[in-house]
Each structure stands twice: as C-alpha cells, then as structure tokens.
C-alpha cells in the first residue's frame, strides 16, 4: 500500500504529498546528492514527516508524480501553502529555493515565471518587500 494511502485528508497528507514530490524531483536527475539530501531532511521536519515516512517516500521504487491543478489560482495556492510550510523556520537557503523552482515548474510555470514568482514570494515572506509592493497589496484589501 501506498504510504499516502495511510492519509485520507488532513494537514498531514497534504505535508507527506509535498514531501514526496519535492523527492521526485531531487531524484530526477538519478541520483540524490547528499546536499539534496540535506535539504529533503531540512524539508521534512518542518513538514513533520516521521523518519519511517521519510524512509518509504525515498525508496526508489517509490516515484510520485506532480498533481498540477489546472487553474492558476489553484497553481499559486499551492506554492503559498508551500512556502507557508518553508518558512515555518523563517529562513530558505539557495538548496532549498532551486527544489521550489523545480516544484514551481512541476506546477505548469515556466522557469522565468517560476524564478519570479519565487523571487517576489521570497521578498513577501520574508518582509522585505517595497513599500510600492506593500501598499498596492494593502489597497486591494480596503
């Protein structure tokens, strides 16, 4: 049985199916190299993946696809809960940013808008964002 059969619905799963495919994709290219590892084990304590899931999510037989939703909003939904889940930490470094490109593109952006949308995200998460930024943002609330 597949592990994310074990999650029906819930937080979790949701955390478990990211978890998976960020591991697909570090495995894309064959192998994963131990900063890819790093990263993956960076990954999932902040999504709470149990090291038994960690380890039969990272068998290789054990490839899991990317579920790319079919609207934009639901595309950019994804990649905000994500980068919620990232920045449980308040902190992303270069391994971690070049797996949510590869996610990002996963989701169906090409890899300019991928490397935008990251990079504005970044900022927004971060608070380091324009005062021009913050204040459409704020206006579009009002």
Known sequence: ???LD???HGDHRNNLAHFATLASLAAVDGEINPKEMAV???FA???NISEGEFKEVMKKENKYPIETPHSGEQRYRRLFDFFQMIFSDHDIDDEERKIVE???VGLGFSPKT???IIDKSIK???GRIPFE???ELVKRES
Do not use: Q, V
């Open 1 to 3: 049985m597949p592990i």
């Open 6 to 8: 074990l999650y029906e």
């Open 40 to 42: 993956l084990e960076k």
């Open 45 to 47: 304590f902040k999504l």
């Open 102 to 104: 590869k996610y990002a």
């Open 114 to 116: 991928a490397a935008g």
């Open 124 to 126: 927004i998460f971060t």
């Open 133 to 135: 930024d913050y204040h």
